[in-house]
Structures are given as structure tokens and as C-alpha cells.
């Protein structure tokens, strides 16, 4: 129970920073009121902002409503929004001209690879982790 | 009346991806040599991230399940959340806009601008809350005796 416990916590972990964190770090002058992308550059940086936050709180609910936090079905999905949002962030790399970054508004490497990435690693590994405890002692029970 | 639902869900799904990356994956947005890279970079996840969960949802409408609720509610959730800032977000927030190209004539009815994005916006929404009204339907026709 403790273990279940301990992993709803980490799915929510990953789940709150799915909506949060691209608030934190797109809702400003370098994204979404940056002067030098276009404006609708910027419709599409809001709208994923927008949706990104709707999900985070429909995986909450997910995780945490007594109608559907006993579902395995709600788990395995409340796990899959984060994972598939900082997910996309990899394979959109090899996606030629564009980058992680633009001139003038550089983020601090650590080992020559972006720091952001380090986080996105992290969100899909505390979210992954979340749901194998949660699995873990579904398993158990049957 | 299940399976139309099932259906018409599926296919909201799969043009709501399809169209999105078609219109987005070439010059007018991706690679639009305007365009800050970081800004298409965000572009690139966006439409990774609608494909995803196009492709999940799919997953949950067609899987066997004994609670198919939350696949069903998903499968609706995944377009209309993808589609609903088309409806605000130029409102919200000031220096935004619908047109990817600023010199695009548009198409002016009744005195009302029509934006292509607008539109299929607002047919993928109501074919999406139709297809989950006809599951809701079909639940009724189970428990009535």
C-alpha cells in the first residue's frame, strides 16, 4: 500500500510538471511574447501551453478522483500524458533548422548537452518509475 | 449505436493528427525560413505530442475493456482539447494570430471572416462531442430494462 502510495506521488510529480513547468519556462519574452517570433509562432507556443495544462489537470484527476484512481486504466493513462508530451522533445531534435534554443536566449549546457533536457529526462524517469511502484503492487495483489 | 460512436471518434482522431501535420510540415510553419528555430521547434512537439495521443487514444478506443468510459471520454478529451484555443487564444493573448501568413486573403461571409483553422476546429469539436453524446446514448439503452 505504501509502495502504491509512493507511486501515485511520482505519477502527480510528473503529471503537475507537464502543466507547470512549460508555464514557468515558455510564458515569457523568449517564447510566447518574444518580439521576434511571428505572431503566429506564437498562437502555437500559447495553444501548447494551453493544452498542456489541461492535460496535467485531467491526469491529476485522473490519479486522485475516488470515481477513477482504482482504474488501471486511468494509472496507465495519467502515466502516458507526460510521457508522451516530454517525449516529443526527442525525436523533434532531428527535425532540420530548428533548435532548442534561439540566438541571444542560450540555456546553460552541462557536459555539451542543454540543461532542459536534463529535466524532460527527469520527468519521463520519475514518471516511469511512478507507475512500475504502482504496477509493482498491482501485480502483487492478483 | 456503440460502434458509429467508436467510429466517428476514430476518425476525428486520425484527421485531427493528419490534418494538423499536413498543414504544419512545410513552409508556411516549419520551415518557414521566418520563423525562429526554437519557435518551430515548439511547433514540432506540439504536433509529436497530438500524434501521440492520437495514436493513445486510438489504443484505448479499440482495446477490449470491461470500463470503456475512460477510453471513450479520452478519445473525445484528445481532439476538442487540442482544437479549443483555436476559439480564444487570440483573445487571450495580444500579438498572437490564426493567420500563418499575415498577407493571406481570407474568405468573408456575411460580413463574418472565415479562418479555414476556425472552421475545421469547429466541425472536429462537434463531430467529437457527437460521437461521445452517441456512446452516452448507448450506455442509456444498456440499463434501461
Known sequence: ????????????????????????????????????????ARYHGFATIIAEIIWSIIALWLLWSPATKNNSLSIK????????YWGAFFPALFVPTIALEDKGFEITHFFGIPGNLFFI???????ALGYWLYQHIDREKN | MRKISRILLSVVLVSTAVVSVAVDWNASHIFNPEWHPHAKFHDVVMLWLLSGCSIMALWLLWRRSAEPAIAYTV???VPVIFWSPFFFTTLLVPGTSLKADPKEALPVLAGITIYPNVAIATISVILAL??????????SEVREP
Open chain 2, 130 to 139: 457527437i460521437g461521445y453524446g452517441l456512446y452516452r446514448a448507448s450506455n
Open chain 1, 121 to 127: 529526462a527527469g520527468f519521463i524517469i520519475i514518471t
Open chain 2, 75 to 77: 478519445a473525445m478529451l
Open chain 1, 1 to 40: 500500500m505504501r509502495t502504491q502510495r509512493i507511486g501515485r506521488v511520482l505519477l502527480s510529480l510528473g503529471a503537475f510538471c507537464t502543466g507547470f513547468f512549460p508555464v514557468a519556462a515558455d510564458w515569457n519574452t523568449q517564447h510566447t511574447f518574444s518580439p521576434g517570433w511571428s505572431p503566429h
Open chain 1, 77 to 84: 493513462f495519467a502515466a502516458l500524458i507526460p510521457i508522451v
